[in-house]
């Protein structure tokens, strides 16, 4: 019996992928161009991300988490983490390995958000470039990528062990 | 270091003649400081509840006074743009604008921003000024504030910062050979002095 193509498994997959991967990309590009985008001559792009950045780390800074080398390591290396792996699982390769780390970080922004919604701190979440406030809606919205994150993994591993029969190697 | 002396208040009190520096129009002299020739006019929109333009002003901005500023290489003209999230930011504008028409900019500015904490819980904005300003200081400044003239003003700068799409503060715009450059956010001294020394550069 041949399963079809698009079964509930591959299409949250495929949600997940598009989803997560295009969110990652926006977010980290977000933070390294906006909301300053002079970009010519080149020392002035150089400033211009350099300034992104340490808006960044002032955002990193308020959730009062990390120390201060901690809170510079998150902001200069998150964003270009975030671009690489979106480009990963977008593509969808070696999706089993880059699945779970997006999930990862995921689960660890909802649970940094989660923490300064329940300590009622007014501060901005540092998601994107544009100011956004900690409130419930937030909250949900990084409960439902982090859903999103779980399912696509877990799905990810147990589409790996029961291959689709088109892309299964024929039994001799 | 104010560019422009304090002036004596009247009962027929007008805000000093905006001017035009380098290109950059509606420019109050009593809130700007450096040389009016520099190469590189900055522009400030700061609101004194913010904590990001606190930061800014007791960290990046005391080095930026004491190394370009003061050697002539930058004009600085801070511009208030007072957020509506914050209750009292307009009212600590009006205060700093009368008590630049006064010569007290330098103290005022300190005072709100080193006391942001305090004034923006309960609003006593004229009680953390009167804590460091003579009384008759105090009393021309209280005078400014009931006169209403500070309003249009605030409102001026307000629309330039408008103009310069600025939605987040501080932001700050660099003026220099015919260019413009809005950046916001708080920017570290050694990066800002890297950005203006190559600025200064340019030919």
Not at chain 2, 151 to 171: C, F, H, S, W
Request: charged content about 15%; some cysteine.
């Amino acid at each position: 019996m041949q399963s079809s193509p698009l079964n509930f498994r591959r299409v949250i997959i495929w949600i997940g992928r598009l989803v997560l991967g295009c969110i990652f990309i926006y977010a980290g590009y977000a933070k390294i161009f906006l909301p300053n985008r002079n970009l010519w001559p080149f020392f002035i792009l150089k400033f211009s991300i350099s300034m992104n950045l340490s808006n960044f780390a002032t955002q990193v800074e308020a959730f009062k988490l990390l120390p201060a080398w901690g809170v510079q390591f998150v902001a200069h290396a998150l964003p270009f983490t975030e671009i690489i792996l979106g480009l990963l699982v977008l593509i969808g390769w070696r999706l089993r390995i880059w699945a779970p780390v997006l999930t990862a970080i995921m689960l660890g922004f909802f649970a940094v958000v989660l923490r300064a919604y329940l300590l009622h701190m007014d501060i901005n979440c540092g998601c994107f470039a544009t100011p956004q406030p900690i409130n419930l809606q937030k909250v949900l919205e990084d409960a439902a990528l982090s859903g999103l994150a779980l399912l696509m993994t877990i799905f990810a591993f147990k589409e790996a062990r029961q291959p689709h029969p088109w892309s299964a190697p024929e039994k001799a | 270091m104010p560019a422009v002396p304090a002036r004596e208040t009247s009962a027929a009190w007008q805000p000093a003649a905006l001017e035009s520096v380098d290109g950059v129009n509606d420019v109050d002299p009593h809130k700007a400081f450096g040389s009016k020739s520099a190469p590189i006019v900055v522009e400030v929109f700061s609101d004194f509840q913010c904590p990001a333009c606190k930061t800014l002003f007791l960290t990046t901005n005391r080095q930026l006074m004491d190394n370009y500023v003061t050697t002539g290489k930058v004009y600085l003209i801070h511009r208030d743009f007072p957020l509506p999230m914050h209750a009292y930011s307009r009212v600590a504008a009006r205060y700093a604008r009368a008590a630049a028409e006064i010569g007290k900019i330098e103290l005022v500015e300190k005072t709100l921003f080193e006391n942001q904490e305090k004034w923006e819980q309960s609003g006593d904005v004229d009680g953390t000024l009167a804590a460091v300003l003579s009384a008759a200081d105090m009393a021309k400044i209280r005078a400014l504030v009931k006169g209403g003239t500070l309003e249009p003003l605030i409102e001026k700068d307000v629309a330039l910062g408008q103009m310069y799409r600025v939605n987040q503060t501080p932001t700050s715009v660099f003026h220099s050979k015919g260019q413009t450059y809005p950046y916001s956010g708080v920017m570290p001294y050694d990066t800002l002095h890297q950005f203006l020394d190559q600025l200064l550069s340019q030919k």
